[in-house]
């Protein structure tokens, strides 16, 4: 589930950046630092909860 969102979340992104329909300049640039904030929390969360030191790499990979 947590690598699911963290797959969904960049597509999220990429249809509201180039959606016609919401393209405002200000929700784009409030979505993208929703984006990179949850992003560095999750992968300081994903980092510190697991134990195998592949999951910073994996969640790395994805972008």
Excluded at 23 to 32: D, F, K, Q, R
Aim: aromatic share 20%.
């Amino acid at each position: 589930a947590f690598l699911l969102s963290l797959v969904l979340l960049p597509v999220r992104l990429f249809w509201f950046f180039f959606s016609p329909a919401e393209a405002g300049m200000l929700s784009s640039v409030v979505l993208i630092g929703l984006f990179f904030k949850f992003t560095f929390l999750s992968v300081l969360f994903c980092a510190r909860t697991n134990a195998n030191h592949f999951a910073l790499p994996k969640a790395i990979l994805i972008f």
